[in-house]
């Protein structure tokens, strides 16, 4: 009687069994190095040693090794003679182990991939482009597991096209992967208003900064919308862009590589005049930033004292460690395709993240060339050829100006204040002068590896220290070899300092949730958004409830449009610091007033800590919308 021979297809069925649990408990999770996977491996038949290596961590399991030769005994003895016999003679097979564990030497083979179910089979999924097929595909069990199997399947994966693309995509956004990221819809009283919010979300699923500010915009419009239900209409139509620019952008490196960016140029909306907005460069560029920024710019626009639409763009280029030349020609290749859509009455750029002076040098040179005359300017180039004397100082000045009148409404002032200052570009610095001449103590700078802090606080010498160190390019920590009193803190935000007053103006969303109850714990009153949305919506619940004053963006940062403007229409390059500080401080009074008349008249105190915040959005909106509703449907 010979043995049944059909055991071997129950484990491969026991196999995919075992992967699909696997993939029911695990779905679409990216898996990290050390966790748990069934996998039958045998040994490599093309490096003997591999399968004599000892697992890591994992006890032997022999007794299962054990049993299985206990029950083939048993077997055996109840055959007959001259069958065991026959038995003895056959070859005994390779006997495989179901480990529990990964080994070090597939650390690097299987840390891209997860397991998932794909019409009814459990496959091997790349966790970088989520795909599998011939690139991707793998066996997870049988001679594969050998070592020079895995990792030529790897060098295969990672060659594919495929993948290169899903990774260069990855690391451009810095983001760690994030599958099916679930977006934050905060309550509301009005379905009117929710009704809004769903419908940006079936149109836009994924473009997730654009959603975050259009829910803050709602949130704040609630009272607005229920006393008259005809903007409900004119909001759906103001969320959707006039007119949306995506382009290619070839450009060459100094060693004759050629590489391609994206840029884009978003026209939101022109009810009121030509578009004003900034350019970003900067690797994690895309269409949802871009609209959410020409969205806040639409708005701040509509609140400054000047007639203005709002636009905004950039590209995926980061010009951190490129050459002069380098940064030329992408410019120029950039102002190939967007001079088109540009000029004193269509839209003029300025200053974001990424474009300094210098790249708006060569932007302006390039637009000049190819549109035959220079009318208007690019808000931000060098004084000696274009521009204001204090263009750069206008947004950091006007942010310390707006501060200094939310603490006169409280019978306080600046001098003395504890202030906590995140990022360390031109408005940051800026921040930290106008702070110093109102007698505040700033104390924190930071940039994307840390923060520093001095707890004696910065003056105009260590400014000045402060900026020899960014034009070198070196870290903030070079700082602290000079001032001993000093310390730099490695992949952490300032917002755990005791300060009385916060300045974020790095990036969007810098203070998430647990930023935001550090900035309480530390004793922090008042929030003035530099940077564009720097409060993710759960920080933003948390600062409201814990009564902490924010002055938003959209106001706060309105002395660059006022800057920008005044160098357009009144082109005098002779104004004393002083001149240009009182038609500043004057601008950025209007506009504090206007925000806090909105919120009164729609039944906000005062006093309330929201009331910033929803009057901005109300006074601006209302410009806009009525100008739209008398302009018709265009």
């Excluded at 974020?504 to 900035?519: G, K, R, V, Y």
């Excluded at 003035?528 to 938003?552: F, H, Q, W, Y």
Aim: proline share 4%; glycine share 8%.
């Amino acid at each position: 009687m010979l043995l049944p021979t059909g055991g071997g297809g129950m484990n491969s069925t026991m196999d995919d069994m075992n992967l699909i649990h696997q993939a029911q408990r695990h779905h679409l999770v990216v898996r990290e190095i050390g966790e748990e996977i069934d996998l039958e491996i045998g040994p490599g038949d093309d490096d003997p040693s591999f399968s004599n290596n000892t697992l890591i961590n994992v006890p032997p399991q022999e007794s299962a090794v054990e049993e299985l030769d206990e029950s083939k005994q048993m077997m055996i003895h109840q055959a007959s003679g001259g069958n065991q016999d026959l038995l003895k003679t056959q070859p005994a097979k390779k006997k495989k182990k179901v480990i529990k564990r990964w080994r070090e030497e597939w650390a690097d083979t299987y840390k891209w991939a997860y397991v998932d179910v794909k019409d009814g089979t459990a496959r091997i999924f790349c966790s970088v482009c989520r795909e599998y097929g011939r690139k991707h595909r793998r066996n997870p069990y049988g001679n594969e597991g050998s070592r020079n199997m895995q990792m030529s399947a790897l060098e295969e994966h990672n060659n594919s096209l495929l993948h290169k693309e899903a990774l260069r995509l990855q690391m451009a956004s810095k983001d760690k992967i994030v599958v099916d990221k679930p977006i934050y819809v905060k309550a509301l009283m009005s379905k009117t208003a929710g009704s809004i919010i769903e419908a940006a979300l079936k149109r836009d699923p994924h473009e997730l900064e654009f959603i975050q500010s259009v829910q803050e915009a709602i949130h704040a419009l609630e009272r607005v919308i229920s006393k008259n239900s005809s903007y409900v209409s004119t909001m759906e139509r103001l969320l959707e862009p006039e007119r949306t620019i995506i382009f290619r952008v070839p450009w060459v490196d100094d060693r004759g590589e050629t590489h391609v960016n994206r840029g884009f140029r978003v026209h939101f909306n022109q009810t009121l005049g030509p578009c004003r907005g900034g350019l970003r460069f900067h690797p994690s560029m895309n269409l949802s930033i871009a609209k959410f920024l020409s969205f806040g710019q639409t708005l701040k626009n509509a609140l400054s004292p000047y007639r203005l639409g709002g636009s905004s763009g950039g590209s995926d280029f980061d010009p951190k460690g490129k050459s002069d030349g380098e940064v030329m020609r992408f410019c120029q290749s950039f102002m190939n395709e967007l001079y088109r859509y540009l000029g004193p009455e269509k839209d003029l750029p300025s200053e974001e993240m990424g474009v300094g002076t210098r790249e708006m040098g060569f932007l302006h040179g390039q637009y000049r060339r190819l549109a035959g005359h220079s009318q208007g300017s690019f808000t931000g180039p060098r004084v000696n050829w274009s521009g204001s004397s204090l263009r750069t100082e206008a947004t950091g000045y006007g942010l310390v100006f707006f501060a200094q009148l939310i603490l006169a409404d409280m019978n306080k002032e600046l001098k003395g204040l504890r202030c906590a200052v995140s990022g360390s570009g031109k408005i940051a610095m800026h921040v930290l002068e106008k702070l110093i001449a109102y007698g505040a103590v700033p104390i924190t700078v930071s940039d994307a590896k840390g923060y520093l802090v001095d707890d004696d606080g910065f003056d105009f010498l260590k400014i000045s220290f402060l900026r020899d160190i960014k034009a070198q390019q070196r870290s903030l920590r070079d700082y602290s070899k000079t001032y001993a009193r000093s310390k730099y803190y490695d992949e952490a935000k300032p917002w755990s300092e005791r300060c009385d007053v916060a300045f974020p103006c790095a990036s969007q969303n810098e203070i998430n949730q647990s930023d935001a109850i550090s900035l309480v714990n530390s004793g922090c009153r008042i929030l003035v958004e530099g940077s564009n949305m720097p409060c993710t919506a759960e920080a933003v619940d948390i600062l409201r409830k814990a009564n902490v004053v924010v002055a938003p963006s959209m106001a706060a940062g309105v002395g660059g449009v006022v800057a920008g403007e005044l160098e357009l229409k009144e082109c005098n390059l002779n104004w004393s610091p002083e001149d240009f500080e009182s038609k500043l401080q004057e601008a950025m009074k209007q506009t504090y007033q206007r925000a806090l008349k909105a919120a009164t008249d729609f039944g906000y105190q005062k006093e309330s800590p929201e009331a910033l915040v929803h009057g901005a959005v109300i006074s601006a909106f209302l410009t806009v919308a009525n100008g739209m509703v008398d302009q018709g449907c265009v």
